[in-house]
């Protein structure tokens, strides 16, 4: 019943800007931490960025500190990746994920959308 489906994916140029979305159902989502994590064909999924369950504190990998920014609407349950400056290393893609705050147990996927950078 839990689901996770992430949209905004596409082709964007280097330099542009691209948000993704990802939207849960049936699960409480303001008791889980969100995260987006990206992978390219031939590498190592790598976590991109995550937020607390109420929004209270972000980290982001060092490849996309002050040019992604990741939010959430606990109202909508939805989780977002703001994606500026983006760059053909960008291309991949990207999955939430979703942590149950006390459970760990609890820990769920979206299928992912393809983000490709590209001139």
């Known amino acids: 019943q839990v689901q996770l489906v992430e949209s905004g994916g596409g082709l964007v140029q280097p330099g542009g800007s691209l948000r993704l979305a990802c939207t849960a159902s049936g699960l409480s989502f303001s008791l889980y931490g969100m995260s987006w994590y990206r992978q390219a064909p031939g590498n190592e999924r790598e976590l991109v960025a995550t937020i607390t369950s109420g929004g209270e504190i972000t980290n982001y990998a060092d490849s996309v500190r002050g040019r992604f920014t990741i939010s959430r609407d606990n109202g909508k349950n939805t989780v977002y990746l703001q994606m500026n400056s983006v760059i053909p290393e960008d291309t991949a893609v990207y999955s939430c994920?979703?942590?149950?705050?006390?459970?760990?147990?609890?820990?769920?996927w979206g299928q992912g959308t393809q983000v490709t950078v590209s001139s």
């Open positions: 994920c979703a942590v149950h705050i006390s459970n760990r147990s609890y820990k769920y």
